[in-house]
T-cell receptor, first 112, second 112 residues
């Protein structure tokens, strides 16, 4: 398996609180992605990064922000969590944009 | 925007039965095509991919897929399924320089 670590693996938080999810890779891949997985929707791209400090929005970016200060770390922040953000979040990496993606183990986030 | 349709949401098969899962995408042109598998409680893993060349692609674990350009399809097949193939299967498409779009997934249950 590719070296991708997501933390935390599980989190329960209250509505309105900020939450940060971390993705750490040891593969030195340029591209990193955050997806959310919801029943009936498959995987939807939240944000992605194409280099240190280079990020862009995906199709469901509202309510989320990201940062990438080092090649190996990509952080996803929910500024003020809402119940609609209850989901499983996956980080993925790839060497080239649009190429095979390697996924982390996922973070199950519950907003109550 | 590209859309990916997986019409079969839930498929139940007996062991040794043949499998075909449908995947259709909305626009033509140059496409990169993928099938990923997610075993229960695990992250997504690549089964196979198509970028160019022979439209019949062989992947891991005996899976194959056929790219039919005229039908905008990339169906996944396996001649004889095993109980261990129980998982959720996702088709994904990248058109041109757009981001990869995932289908909503097909849950396969194989009965021993």
């Amino acid at each position: 398996d590719a070296g991708i670590t997501q933390s935390p693996r599980h989190k329960v938080t209250e509505t309105g609180t900020p939450v940060t999810l971390r993705c750490h890779q040891t593969e030195n891949h340029r591209y990193m992605y955050w997806y959310r997985q919801d029943p009936g929707h498959g995987l939807r791209l939240i944000h992605y990064s194409y280099g240190v400090k280079d990020t862009d929005k995906g199709e469901v970016s509202d309510g989320y922000s990201v940062s990438r200060s080092k090649t190996e770390d990509f952080l996803l922040t929910l500024e003020s969590a809402t119940s609609s953000q209850t989901s499983v979040y996956f980080c993925a990496i790839s060497e080239a944009d649009g190429d095979e993606a390697f996924f982390g183990q996922g973070t199950r986030l519950t907003v109550v | 925007a590209q859309s990916v349709s997986q019409h079969n949401h839930h498929v139940i098969l007996s062991e040794a039965a043949s499998l075909e899962l449908g995947c259709n995408y909305s626009y033509g042109g140059t496409v990169n095509l993928f099938w990923y598998v997610q075993y229960p409680g695990q992250h997504l893993q690549l089964l196979l991919k198509y970028f160019s060349g022979d439209p019949l692609v062989k992947g891991i674990k005996g899976f194959e897929a056929e790219f039919i350009k005229s039908k905008f399809s990339f169906n996944l097949r396996k001649p004889s399924v095993q109980w261990s193939d129980t998982a959720e299967y996702f088709c994904a498409v990248r058109r041109g320089y757009q981001k990869v779009t995932f289908g909503t997934g097909t849950k396969l249950q194989v009965i021993p």
